[in-house]
């Protein structure tokens, strides 16, 4: 996916063009994005199996506390697992 160049992103966000390629060139720098000189900047093809795996962590540290919470408020094990199923279920 290509990017807005740093002269429109910082026109559109009304902020400085050096922010905007400072900002670039951090997340160039950490593999987010991919830079060709004359034709833009894009999103990273190797990076989307990282904000899968991203996501993937986020949800179980969510889920995670969710038990811990259920936990703390008295429910056993089997309670929490069958709470759990219900949810699942009303999503079908």
């Known amino acids: 996916m290509m990017l807005p160049s740093v ?11 050096l ?3 400072k900002a670039y060139d951090i997340l160039e720098s950490e593999g987010i994005l991919i830079s060709v000189q004359g034709k833009g900047s894009f999103v990273s093809e190797t990076n989307t199996s990282l904000i899968g795996e991203k996501r993937r962590r986020d949800a179980e ?3 995670t506390m969710a038990i811990e919470k259920a936990r ?3 429910y056993k094990n089997e309670e929490i ?9 009303d999503e079908k």
């Open 19 to 21: 922010t905007v390629k």
């Open 7 to 17: 002269r429109t992103l910082a026109a559109e966000l009304q902020i400085s063009a």
């Open 72 to 74: 703390l408020a008295g």
């Open 61 to 63: 540290e969510s889920l």
């Open 81 to 89: 697992r069958q709470f759990i199923e219900l949810i699942l279920e």
